[in-house]
């Protein structure tokens, strides 16, 4: 169980770091978008041990919360 909670947080967050250096192109809007999306895998990971729905949970949460952050 830890080893595949290891690979899960490994594996988040190296995608998370790659996909930033694809942010420079994009609106402010779907900057927030991603990184939320990315800081909510992390969470939802680690929140639920590792678990695959916790990880995609978390990243449809904090992906909503992202984009919401910019509108007024």
């Not at 790659?18 to 402010?28: N, Q």
């Amino acid at each position: 169980m830890k080893t595949t909670q290891r690979l899960t947080t490994s594996v988040v967050t190296v995608a998370m770091l790659v996909s930033l250096g694809a942010c420079a192109g994009m609106s402010r809007t779907g900057q927030n978008t991603a990184v939320g999306a990315g800081v909510g895998a992390v969470g939802g990971a680690v929140l639920t041990g590792g678990s695959t729905a916790g990880t995609v949970g978390g990243a449809v949460v904090g992906g909503v919360i992202g984009h919401e952050i910019n509108k007024k």
